[in-house]
């Protein structure tokens, strides 16, 4: 699998919008770029994917550069429920994946 | 409603103790996996079965093994030849078809003194 490089941590205060970027230089055609998160203690939880265009579900956004090199997750109105980790990751078959650190969001009430 | 369960939430065992973690799923998944997580760490492959009755080691497989007798059970045993089994351990499955998004159960904190 290709890697994924993410800041490690992220401040943002309740209730604005929450850009998390995610570079991957190395991606292929075929990768998928999928977003999870993990809140305290619980198994991470699926947020999102593309592969060239914008998606759009009712957790968040993902905007994919033209180049499909970076993208960004988009949690438009933060809550404090959305504290937790995140994590981007490239998807190109049913195999092994692998999780990175992530970012660990920190809402600010 | 469908789902990913691991029993227990959490699990204590004497050192030398062999400890089985269970895993089942009802979405008719294929592909099974496990993870083990340290604090502040990310996430790492132990095992993954793509079909049953056949799996694959992962990054870190030395110490436990696993089984895939049923397409919905993929049971981890923790052995006493795990230097440092004490981890949050998670189980995740996949329907084999794309985007190949995973899904995960709620995990299994396992202490080991």
């Known amino acids: 699998d290709a890697k994924t490089t993410q800041p490690n941590s992220m401040e943002s205060n309740e209730e604005e919008p929450v850009h998390l970027p995610c570079n991957h230089s190395t991606i292929s055609g075929t990768d998928y770029i999928h977003w999870y998160r993990q809140l305290p203690s619980q198994g991470p939880e699926y947020v999102i994917h593309g592969l060239t265009s914008n998606v759009n579900n009712r957790m968040a956004s993902l905007a994919i550069a033209e180049d499909r090199k970076s993208s960004t997750l988009i949690l438009h109105r933060a809550t404090l429920r959305d504290a937790a980790v995140y994590y981007c990751i490239l998807r190109d078959r049913d195999d092994k994946i692998i999780f990175g650190k992530g970012t660990r969001l920190h809402i600010l009430p | 409603d469908g789902g990913i369960t691991q029993s227990p939430k959490y699990l204590f065992r004497k050192e030398g103790q062999n400890v089985t973690l269970s895993c089942e799923q009802n979405l008719n998944h294929d592909a099974m996996y496990w993870y083990r997580q340290d604090p502040g760490q990310g996430l790492r492959l132990i095992y993954y079965s793509q079909i049953v009755n056949d799996f694959q080691k992962g990054d870190i497989a030395e110490g436990y093994s696993v089984s895939r007798e049923k397409k919905e059970s993929f049971p981890l045993t923790v052995t006493s030849a795990q230097k440092n089994p004490t981890a949050f351990y998670l189980c995740?499955?996949?329907?084999?078809?794309?985007?190949?998004?995973?899904?995960f159960g709620p995990g299994t904190r396992l202490t080991v003194t």
């Open positions: 995740a499955s996949s329907s084999g078809q794309v985007p190949y998004e995973q899904y």
